[in-house]
Structures are given as structure tokens and as C-alpha cells.
């Protein structure tokens, strides 16, 4: 069993910086895909990016490509996601996921493959 918990998120400007983690704790999450996923008022949670177990493969919505950077700490079993650039579009409640299953990357943004979630962190970004 995987507990996980987010931390970072907060309120910041458009055009500011946050850096979410997500710590694991209950066993080594090492050989796990972690996705970040996120969700607006009255809309559905959506993917945000993932992570492959050894770090080497990563996935991005389009909507994020090249302002966010998803990395690992195995060391800390901690995932981070660095957000720049951030927009008023961006808010939501962000959380993590991590799947045990040995994922193709074509699969890392289908939420159905993660069975462990956080409770989720708010980002608020003001125009």
C-alpha cells in the first residue's frame, strides 16, 4: 500500500512559479509511474504529466509542454512538478498518482491505470 501526499501548491500571479511535491510513503514507490492530474471547479480531472519508474520517460498534455518539468527523487520517493509560466487557467487542485503496473508511455494520461491518489493540493493563479 502507497500513501501519498502533495504539498506546494498555494496561491501565486500569472506569469509565477510553484513546485508541487508528492511524497510517498507505506513501501518504495520507486518502480512506480507517477502522474500528476488536476481539477477545475465543474470540470473533470484531467492529466497533467507523468513519470516513468526510472525517471527516463515523461509525458506532458499539450497544455503544459515546455512551462511544467515533472522529475523524480528516488532517493527522497518524492516526485516534484515544477511549474512556470503559470496562467489563470491553471487553477485547479492538483494531485498525485501512482500506478504499479508496468505502463507504456501511451498510458501514463489514462487516470484508470492509477490506483493510489492524494488528497490533492490547491494552485490558484490570479490574472
Known amino acids: 500500500q502507497v500513501q501519498l501526499v502533495e504539498s506546494g501548491g498555494g496561491w501565486v500571479q500569472a506569469g509565477g512559479s510553484l513546485r508541487l511535491s508528492c511524497a510517498a510513503s507505506?513501501?518504495?514507490?520507486?518502480?512506480?509511474?507517477v502522474g500528476w492530474f488536476r481539477q477545475a471547479p465543474g470540470k473533470e480531472r484531467e492529466f497533467v504529466a507523468a513519470i516513468g519508474w526510472s525517471g527516463g520517460s515523461t509525458s506532458y498534455a499539450d497544455s503544459v509542454k515546455g512551462r511544467f518539468t515533472i522529475s523524480r527523487n528516488s532517493a527522497k520517493n518524492t516526485v516534484y512538478l515544477q511549474m512556470n509560466s503559470l496562467r489563470p487557467e491553471d487553477t485547479a487542485v492538483y494531485y498525485c498518482?501512482?500506478?504499479?503496473?508496468?505502463?507504456?508511455?501511451?498510458?501514463?494520461?489514462?487516470?484508470?491505470?492509477?490506483?493510489?491518489w492524494g488528497q490533492g493540493t490547491q494552485v490558484t493563479v490570479s490574472s
Open positions: 507505506g513501501r518504495t514507490f520507486s518502480s512506480y509511474t
Open positions: 498518482a501512482a500506478s504499479s503496473l508496468l505502463l507504456s508511455m501511451t498510458s501514463y494520461s489514462r487516470r484508470g491505470q492509477y490506483s493510489y
